[in-house]
């Protein structure tokens, strides 16, 4: 898939903004600085991609993509804070912002114009890390970066809307107060939320209704 469907686009928004209400119900009016995670959360997948040149290191692409749906998360929130948690408001720029993605291949920063094809992946975060101290989203420059990763909309959308689901499900189930279970039948929660993943259809509206109900079922709580 080359660009967000509208159906995508309004559910992660929805996702988004009830968890951010969970973790704090005035996080409009507090105004966090989700920029600021962007810039952490980069960092941490340069880390994960290796960069130091005095040692070998390999890339875990299974982490680094992780840290990417992390990076999702908040330019979500970001997004969202924009527009006051105004959630078709904030739907109609980031399809916006997705549509003009597909062409965009470069941008200015810094008195310099930087063209994507020409940066590494690291350079890519490393920019990404640049826009996001300077308080910048630029879509097109993720989208680099999620290619560059392995990851599509439609498979970044299957991630963030599955991650979002499980930590939803585990606060719901005791998380915060450490009670609870992380293991289910010998198995961590994160191997049967892929089981999960793979038997469901994501275009569906109710998938995580059905997600998290398939959550549920296995729980051993």
Same mark, same amino acid.
């Given at each position: 898939?080359?660009?967000?469907?509208?159906?995508?686009?309004?559910?992660?928004?929805?996702?988004?903004?009830?968890?951010?209400?969970?973790?704090?119900?005035?996080?409009?009016?507090?105004?966090?600085?989700?920029?600021?995670?962007?810039?952490?959360?980069?960092?941490?997948?340069?880390?994960?991609?290796?960069?130091?040149?005095?040692?070998?290191?390999?890339?875990?692409?299974?982490?680094?993509?992780?840290?990417?749906?992390?990076?999702?998360?908040?330019?979500?929130?970001?997004?969202?804070?924009?527009?006051?948690?105004?959630?078709?408001?904030?739907?109609?720029?980031?399809?916006?912002?997705?549509?003009?993605?597909?062409?965009?291949?470069?941008?200015?920063?810094?008195?310099?114009?930087?063209?994507?094809?020409?940066?590494?992946?690291?350079?890519?975060?490393?920019?990404?890390?640049?826009?996001?101290?300077?308080?910048?989203?630029?879509?097109?420059?993720?989208?680099?970066?999620?290619?560059?990763?392995?990851?599509?909309?439609?498979?970044?959308?299957?991630?963030?809307?599955?991650?979002?689901?499980?930590?939803?499900?585990?606060?719901?189930?005791?998380?915060?107060? &450490?009670?609870?279970?992380?293991?289910?039948?010998?198995?961590?929660?994160?191997?049967?939320?892929?089981?999960?993943?793979?038997?469901?259809?994501?275009?569906?509206?109710?998938?995580?209704?059905?997600?998290?109900? &398939?959550?549920?079922?296995?729980?051993?709580?």
């Amino acid at each position: 898939m080359t660009t967000l469907l509208e159906n995508q686009a309004h559910l992660m928004l929805s996702l988004q903004s009830r968890m951010n209400a969970k973790v704090d119900p005035l996080w409009v009016q507090k105004r966090f600085p989700y920029l600021r995670a962007v810039v952490i959360e980069a960092a941490e997948a340069i880390e994960h991609h290796g960069w130091k040149w005095w040692k070998k290191q390999d890339c875990d692409l299974a982490q680094l993509q992780m840290e990417i749906i992390d990076i999702w998360h908040f330019l979500l929130s970001e997004i969202l804070l924009q527009h006051e948690d105004d959630q078709a408001q904030a739907s109609a720029a980031l399809l916006q912002a997705t549509g003009a993605a597909k062409h965009g291949s470069s941008l200015e920063f810094d008195s310099q114009t930087y063209h994507f094809q020409d940066l590494s992946l690291v350079a890519k975060l490393e920019l990404l890390i640049g826009l996001s101290s300077a308080r910048r989203v630029d879509i097109a420059l993720f989208k680099a970066v999620m290619k560059d990763c392995g990851l599509t909309w439609e498979s970044l959308f299957k991630q963030y809307v599955s991650k979002n689901v499980l930590n939803f499900f585990r606060q719901d189930h005791g998380y915060k107060e &450490g009670t609870y279970h992380k293991l289910w039948q010998g198995r961590e929660d994160n191997e049967h939320l892929v089981e999960l993943m793979e038997s469901l259809d994501t275009a569906d509206l109710s998938y995580p209704e059905l997600l998290y109900s &398939g959550l549920k079922q296995r729980y051993p709580g």
